[in-house]
């Protein structure tokens, strides 16, 4: 068997029990909301959703929030809320860390909830404020997202997944309250290329996954859709090979060598992973609409 084969043997799972809890949670808390704000990774639209929101939440008015944003391709982000939209989903591309779209979140959630304000005006209720239900997977950007709305730092950030382990309300201004909910994942991830792009952008933790699998597999992602900017980081790169190849290609460039002349493949790959997460290679989109169609 081949390094190429045994890297591409291991099953991702991961579904701590507390994310057990946050889901019969958030069921509980339904009443109490008038929508859901779902945060995403704008890198991976498909794999950053719980393919289970939808049940989970029901009938409640729903709005994207494709976060992370100035880490994607702009052009593949745009083809997603064009996607969302032709579905009648509304959807914003954010940014947490910039600011960038953030300040469209209001008038998205009055949007929504048209029907809702229009009913109040007409029963004369005032000084109602809508309430919003803020979900995602782990290391989206719920926390942050909040905080930038809210205009100071008021939830417990970090940049780690499952930090946020309560849910909190705040109270961004009188026509508004967000409701804070710890990432949640679903019971077992059978779909591996979904669970391999979670694993990339850093929503599953790293100390229980192998990081040569991570980084074959992000390599064979990147060396066909994005090989130019694996040039521009890396030089020249010959990409008739497997991706396990690359990889050493990559490791001898950077001159991440082993005694005795072998490449020290484990440190190229826990590089490459870093690189790829703080955008050093690039603006990247892991998930395109077209994969989907």
């Not at 469209?104 to 048209?114: G, I, Y």
């Not at 690359?246 to 490791?251: D, E, K, R, V």
Request: overall charge positive; some cysteine.
């Amino acid at each position: 068997m081949s390094n190429e084969e045994k890297l591409t043997k291991v099953v991702i799972n991961w579904f701590p029990g507390h994310m057990a809890k946050t889901r019969r949670k958030i069921k509980e808390l339904l009443p109490l909301i008038d929508a859901v704000a779902e945060v995403t990774d704008a890198r991976i639209p498909n794999a950053g959703r719980n393919p289970e929101i939808n049940e989970i939440i029901g009938s409640k008015p729903h709005i994207i929030l494709l976060n992370k944003c100035d880490m994607a391709d702009k052009a593949v982000t745009e083809r997603w809320i064009k996607h969302y939209k032709s579905q009648g989903i509304y959807a914003i591309a954010t940014d947490c860390k910039s600011g960038k779209g953030i300040s469209a979140f209001k008038d998205t959630v009055k949007a929504v909830l048209a029907d809702k304000l229009k009913s109040y005006a007409e029963k004369g209720i005032t000084g109602k404020p809508l309430r919003v239900m803020v979900v995602g997977i782990p290391n989206v950007g719920k926390s942050s997202f909040i905080n930038r709305i809210a205009g100071k730092t008021r939830a417990k950030v970090e940049n780690r997944p499952g930090v946020t382990r309560g849910n909190q309300w705040f109270t961004i201004d009188r026509q508004l309250e967000l409701l804070d909910t710890p990432g949640v994942l679903w019971p077992k991830l059978e779909d591996q290329a979904a669970a391999e792009r979670l694993a990339f952008t850093g929503a599953i933790k790293d100390r229980i996954l192998d990081t040569e699998l991570l980084a074959v597999r992000l390599l064979t992602l990147l060396s066909a859709s994005y090989p130019q900017l694996l040039k521009n980081r890396y030089g020249e790169l010959d990409f008739d090979c497997d991706a396990y190849t690359l990889l050493c290609q990559i490791g001898k460039k950077r001159g991440m060598m082993l005694r005795g002349g072998d490449i020290d493949t484990e440190r190229a790959a826990n590089m490459l992973l870093e690189e790829y997460r703080s955008c050093k290679i690039g603006l990247i989109s892991l998930e395109s609409v077209e994969d989907y169609a």
